[in-house]
């Protein structure tokens, strides 16, 4: 890219300049100066180094590449509506035949590439102790250096020149001119043309600020009016809040003695309860306790010690005695009665025995 200095441009059209400063209009074809000359080569892209051959694959892939310009004719574009889901024709589908060839191939060209790097005649392995180096085997030999080659030149140029003071810039006239006559008094009267402004400015004033005192007054009263009612409400609210506070205590009182005198009337029907309940044990227990006594000492469960004593105890023994004594003496009297039996039969044996003998 080339490029020389270019001065700055003046402000605007009239304006003195000084001698190094000069106009420059890009739209111009006039030439503007001898330095104000300017080109710009516009970017682009580096092409990549082509190749001399090209691979049947590639250019294949390539053409089907560049074939699809016009989008409306590009197998990527989506055709009809975009809401439904897409229904791909039978031509979208890859035919069989046609990736088998294209498999195919590749694999031709494969095994074609493994054969030429076969073919190649390599360098043997370094037996051990030694190693590879590069060597020239040029016609001509040239020496081999890191260091790059310098020469040093010089030139002279001529001293630089005074620039000449550019030229005033003059754009080129464009359109018709045309012109017009203007007498006097025809042109604005200041004087005359300003007075109903004035009256209108001033009026609108006047009443500007007379609508402001009237609002800023207005203000004032309701400010006034607004503190009146705050002090009435607060007056009525404390009002009511002491109503409120008194009815408050007097149903709170009202409350307490209602459940005062309900305790109260609890109270006597618990010793209403009470004392017939106990009318009614007393008449109920009146001949149950007699009754009751007179079952007890029937069954004998009231007795007298000593009466019991002598029925348990003495009267068994005595009744044993009796017993015992009555057995000996009927036992006596029935040996008095053997003997005097025996007694008495041997006295007739003996007075039968003897009669006999006289």
């Not at 682009?44 to 310009?69: G, H, I, M, N, T």
């Not at 260091?147 to 030229?167: G, I």
């Not at 609002?215 to 809040?241: G, I, P």
Request: charged share 30%; hydrophobic share 35%.
């Amino acid at each position: 890219m080339i490029t020389s200095q270019n001065p700055p441009l003046p402000s605007a059209m009239g304006t003195k300049v000084e001698n190094e400063q000069s106009h420059f209009d890009p739209h111009s074809t006039k030439q503007q100066g001898v330095e104000s000359y300017t080109f710009t080569a516009e970017p682009k892209a580096l092409q990549a180094p082509r190749k001399k051959y090209k691979d049947s694959v590639a250019a294949a892939a390539e053409k089907d590449q560049k074939a699809a310009v016009n989008i409306m004719f590009d197998r990527r574009i989506h055709r009809g509506n975009t809401y439904a889901s897409p229904v791909l024709p039978l031509h979208a589908q890859p035919d069989p035949v046609e990736v088998q060839k294209h498999a195919e191939l590749k694999r031709r060209l494969k095994a074609k590439r493994k054969a030429e790097a076969q073919r190649l005649i390599r360098t043997p392995e370094p037996v051990d102790g030694r190693r590879h180096i590069d060597v020239q085997t040029e016609l001509y030999l040239e020496e081999l250096s890191d260091k790059v080659p310098e020469s040093y030149a010089a030139t002279q140029t001529d001293a630089f020149l005074d620039r000449a003071p550019s030229p005033l810039y003059i754009p080129q006239k464009s359109g018709v001119d045309v012109a017009t006559q203007v007498y006097e008094g025809e042109l604005f009267d200041f004087d005359f043309e300003v007075q109903p402004i004035l009256e209108v400015l001033v009026g609108k004033t006047l009443e500007q600020a007379l609508m402001e005192v009237m609002e800023e007054e207005e203000l004032e009263m309701l400010r006034k009016r607004q503190l009146e009612f705050e002090e009435r409400r607060n007056a009525e609210m404390a009002e009511v809040q002491r109503l409120e506070d008194a009815e408050r205590r007097r149903t709170e009182e009202k409350e307490r003695r209602l459940i005062e005198k309900i305790r109260i009337l609890k109270e006597k029907q618990e010793v209403a309860e009470r004392i017939a309940a106990r009318a009614f044990a007393q008449s109920y227990l009146q001949n149950l306790l007699p009754a009751v006594f007179d079952s007890l000492a029937t069954n004998g469960y009231f007795y007298d010690t000593v009466e019991k004593e002598i029925d348990s105890m003495f009267l068994p023994w005595l009744t044993a005695e009796a017993n015992k004594s009555l057995d000996k003496s009927n036992t006596a009297r029935s040996l008095v009665d053997d003997i005097i039996g025996n007694a008495v039969r041997n006295l007739r044996k003996i007075t039968m025995g003897t009669p006999a003998q006289q």
